[in-house]
């Protein structure tokens, strides 16, 4: 299949980029990064209307949209959790069925609660399946729990953060339950998507084992010989604090919405999703212990 493939340059991108690459695909790329200014590559300032995408969509058989940020502000201009989660994804499921593309594959978040990102990614899933419903568009979501691997900025920093030994964590993170999933095994899951028959309800994204991120944390320090660590409290007016550091700065991926987003578990209801899975790219996954952070 001939994939355009959108957000190509980030940690999932990339993986998934090798993997279509892998299995015999044709993949295309916007050309330049979101928050890029204006240029002669895609303007994301016009990304919430479908003629913006119909040029990128010529002749090819899917797309997989898989950008998003933490961060409503970037280079001076604010508003990007809406216009990257709900407008950009509706606009180009919209000129999917224009352009004659029947496959669209969108990379949402499995997380519920009132963040604003959680929020305009539930808007961005909602938007997608109503132009499905409407016009027979083949689309799937897919809704990851916290994705580890090599190249990922989170996964770099808890790789970091458990060869300390003392841990000073806020009680959202010491209580949040997720369900990791290696990158490895999300990006081959994406790619069977394009052949998989549409499904009624989004893929959780999904890891075999669900527990508190300390304990991974404590998981991994063991893998490596290493005795537990200590964990702290962080008390809360100083979690604020650093995570409204976060905001402002690109290298860490603490943030207030990484606080807001901690405050509900990452891992899905269904205990048969990790099997879902691994049917749909025929091998069992992964642990997400298993390979480098």
């Known amino acids: 299949m001939r994939v355009l493939l959108l957000g190509a340059g980030g940690f999932l991108g990339r993986h998934t980029a090798r993997a279509l690459a892998a299995q015999g695909h044709t993949v295309s790329t916007l050309g330049n990064t979101v928050g890029s200014g204006l240029g002669t590559g895609f303007e994301w300032a016009e990304a919430h209307r479908a003629k913006t995408w119909l040029p990128w969509l010529l002749g090819l058989d899917a797309a997989i949209y898989l950008p998003g940020t933490l961060r409503d502000r970037m280079r001076g201009i604010g508003g990007w959790l809406e216009r990257l989660h709900h407008h950009a994804p509706a606009a180009l499921a919209e000129a999917c069925v224009l352009a004659g593309v029947p496959r669209l594959t969108h990379v949402s978040v499995l997380c519920q609660g009132p963040s604003a990102y959680a929020r305009s990614k539930r808007e961005g899933d909602?938007?997608?399946?109503?132009?499905?419903?409407?016009?027979?568009?083949?689309?799937?979501?897919?809704?990851?729990?916290?994705?580890?691997?090599?190249?990922?900025?989170?996964?770099?920093?808890?790789?970091?953060?458990?060869?300390?030994?003392?841990?000073?964590?806020?009680?959202?993170?010491?209580?949040?339950?997720?369900?990791?999933?290696?990158?490895?095994?999300?990006?081959?899951?994406?790619?069977?998507?394009?052949?998989?028959?549409?499904?009624?309800?989004?893929?959780?994204?999904?890891?075999?084992?669900?527990?508190?991120?300390?304990?991974?944390?404590?998981?991994?320090?063991?893998?490596?010989?290493?005795?537990?660590?200590?964990?702290?409290?962080?008390?809360?007016?100083?979690?604020?604090?650093?995570?409204?550091?976060?905001?402002?700065?690109?290298?860490?991926?603490?943030?207030?919405?990484?606080?807001?987003?901690?405050?509900?578990?990452?891992?899905?209801?269904?205990?048969?999703?990790?099997?879902?899975?691994?049917?749909?790219?025929?091998?069992?996954l992964q642990s997400a212990l298993e390979g480098p952070w």
């Open 126 to 284: 909602a938007a997608i399946q109503a132009v499905a419903q409407r016009t027979g568009l083949q689309a799937h979501i897919v809704q990851p729990s916290l994705v580890l691997g090599q190249g990922g900025i989170t996964s770099r920093q808890l790789e970091q953060l458990s060869h300390l030994p003392l841990w000073p964590l806020p009680a959202v993170m010491q209580r949040c339950l997720v369900q990791p999933l290696r990158v490895e095994d999300l990006a081959d899951v994406l790619v069977a998507t394009l052949r998989a028959a549409p499904t009624a309800t989004p893929w959780h994204a999904v890891g075999p084992e669900t527990a508190p991120l300390p304990q991974w944390l404590q998981r991994r320090r063991a893998q490596r010989g290493q005795g537990p660590a200590r964990v702290l409290t962080l008390p809360a007016a100083l979690a604020a604090a650093t995570a409204a550091w976060g905001d402002h700065v690109r290298f860490t991926s603490w943030s207030r919405e990484t606080w807001a987003l901690m405050a509900h578990d990452s891992a899905s209801p269904d205990p048969s999703a990790p099997d879902r899975l691994a049917t749909l790219i025929g091998r069992p």
